[in-house]
């Protein structure tokens, strides 16, 4: 009954456990599937992260590295340890799970990202997440800009990864409507919609610079609702949900808006595993109150495309504010 297709791959239901703390380990990969994910994303593998315990290790061996000419080596070898400790995770969750495996990558240079989603197809992954984090806080350059680089990046990505590809993007764009446009133009299976970026925050008795709350509430998943309604009828790749879905009714929202899955991270962390099959049966218990079968028979009846009331996804503030 709640079978949906996203990226090309079946899954039993729309809803994926999201790249995060849940999918780090074979143990809790296996709950997620337990408590009945239709597919799961790897924790990303940072670049970021990687050159700095490489960094560190280097530190480490500083000595030794200064009478010999391995310097390159030893870098090298030390990033590679950290690719073959994901890749691992990944070759054992392929196994030991029935679900679509997603791998995650995050990365700062284009060399990096092609390199680790490669060698990742090769451990078997069902797909690719791009983890799209582009910190825009230059002022000498314009919106269009970061917006032809988003474009460039996926264009190179898609050229290079042959598996089901899916960008992960959070929505400060000037123009999303045309980003996520350009994605499907170039061949992009989905997008994620949106990632949930670090929040900085400030402890004002230490007078020092803190994190912000990494979780989600409730109340968060209005944008990517707003954008999957507006932009799902118009593309032909999949634009899953992600960010403040805690319930299976916001799954519900998000499906009838256009999208064929929802991606949660905060929701199991806060509720534990079984809020997965929580929400499985209450989508279920919605679908027989409704009449409905299959996703597919009320996916996107709301998208802005679909719906006679579609202009409202666009001007429901300036309607209320009239009326
Ligand atoms: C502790 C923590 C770690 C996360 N790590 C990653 C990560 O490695 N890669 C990624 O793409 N998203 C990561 N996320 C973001 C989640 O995948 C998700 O996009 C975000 O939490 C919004 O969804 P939610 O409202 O269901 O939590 C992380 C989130 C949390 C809370």
Redesign the pocket.
């Known amino acids: 009954m709640l079978k949906t297709e996203y990226l090309g791959l079946e899954l039993k239901s729309p809803v994926i456990v ?4 849940m999918t780090q380990n074979i143990v809790s990969l296996k709950k997620c599937e337990e408590a009945g994910a239709g597919a799961v ?1 790897l ?2 593998i ?1 670049e970021e992260q990687i050159e700095s315990d490489v960094s560190t290790e280097m530190k480490a061996n500083e000595e030794f590295l200064s009478h010999s000419s391995a310097e390159g080596f030893f870098a090298q070898s030390s990033r590679d340890f950290y690719i073959d400790k994901y890749m691992k995770l990944l070759t054992m969750a392929k196994k030991e799970l029935s679900i679509p495996v997603i791998a ?1 990558v ?1 990365a700062k240079s284009m060399d990096a990202w092609i390199d680790y989603a490669e060698r990742f197809a090769a451990c078997g992954a069902d797909a690719i ?1 791009l ?1 799209y984090y582009p910190i825009s806080s230059q002022s000498d350059i314009p919106g269009s800009e970061v917006d032809r680089k988003a474009l460039e990046f996926a264009k190179v990505a898609r050229d290079k990864i042959k598996l089901p590809l899916s960008m ?1 993007i959070g929505y400060k764009y000037s123009s999303l409507a045309n980003i996520i446009a350009g994605f499907d133009r170039i061949g992009i299976d989905g997008a ?1 919609l ?3 970026f670090f929040r900085p925050d400030i402890d004002i008795e230490k007078m020092e610079f803190s994190q912000g709350s ?3 509430s409730p109340d ?2 209005g944008e990517a609702l707003r954008w999957i309604g507006l932009m799902s009828g118009e593309v032909k790749m999949d634009l899953a949900g ?5 319930t299976g009714e916001t799954v519900v929202k998000m499906l009838l808006a256009g999208a064929p899955a929802c ?5 199991i ?1 806060k509720n534990g595993f079984s809020v997965i099959s929580k929400m499985n049966e209450d989508i279920e218990a919605w679908m027989k109150r409704h009449g409905f079968s299959s996703v597919n028979d009320f996916k996107g009846r709301l998208a802005q495309e679909k719906s006679e009331e579609g202009y409202k996804w666009e001007r429901t503030q300036f309607l209320k504010t009239i009326g």
């Open positions: 999201a790249s995060g703390p994303v924790k990303s940072f995650s995050s997440e983890n992960k994620v949106f990632n949930r990494p979780s989600s968060e998943y992600n960010t403040g879905i805690h991606e949660i991270c905060t929701a962390v």
